[in-house]
T-cell receptor
């Protein structure tokens, strides 16, 4: 299995631009999580989906952030417009769902820099 | 609500010495407990997990952790540190029926040659 795939691995953009991060979960996993990691705040859960439906988006910082999961094999996290304070590493993780352990498998992350 | 406290944001040990990283949790129901490791510029990788059964759990790379309900702890240990163990370690908790993981703030482990 290829594991969780994220793209791009690095993104540098200017303030005000739209940024789209992509994630492909492990095949057969039906729950997907988006996290943000910064030095100041550590690892924060932004939103998670179960069977393509958003279950908890309470961690989404503001309306500039949106996430979609149009099918079981693809999800996007969009920031529009981006700001320098959005600079962070964004991780996607997936889990089988309904399992007896809730183990999450993480992707390699996307390092976002907003200038 | 569940929560995790990791004591010590930075821990340094000499190569060959015992590694002990501390984790205490709070949960209203029996928890699932995890230790993840993050190497520089990489995602989080599962080291070990406790769900039910034996309270001493063995993981990858020689690490193990013991679930102590009375102390609400899940400390991570390794008898002999190796240079390759230098990384950041995260403790996490979840509950039956709740897929969300609550992570601690992480402990950065440095190995002294």
């Amino acid at each position: 299995d290829a594991g969780v795939i994220q793209s791009p691995r690095h993104e540098v953009t200017e303030m005000g631009q739209e940024v789209t991060l992509r994630c492909k979960p492990i095949s057969g996993h039906n729950s997907l999580f988006w996290y943000r990691q910064t030095m100041m705040r550590g690892l924060e859960l932004l939103i998670y989906f179960n069977n393509n439906v958003p279950i908890d988006d309470s961690g989404m910082p503001e309306d500039r952030f949106s996430a979609k999961m149009p099918n079981a094999s693809f999800s996007t996290l969009k920031i529009q417009p981006s700001e320098p304070r959005d600079s962070a590493v964004y991780f996607c993780a997936s889990t089988i769902g309904g399992s007896q352990s809730n183990e999450q498998f993480f992707g390699p992350g996307t390092r976002l820099t907003v200038l | 609500a569940q929560s995790v406290t990791q004591l010590g944001s930075h821990v340094s040990v000499s190569e060959g010495a015992l590694v002990l990283l501390r984790c205490n949790y709070s949960s209203s129901v029996p928890p699932y407990l995890f230790w993840y490791v993050q190497y520089p510029n990489q995602g989080l990788q599962l080291l070990l997990k406790y769900t039910t059964g034996a309270t001493l759990v063995k993981g990858i790379n020689g690490f193990e952790a013991e679930f102590k309900k009375s102390e609400t702890s899940f400390h991570l240990t390794k008898p002999s540190a190796h240079m390759s163990d230098a990384a950041e370690y995260f403790c996490a908790v979840s509950e039956v029926g709740n897929e969300k993981l609550t992570f601690g703030t992480g402990t950065r482990l440095t190995i002294i040659p």
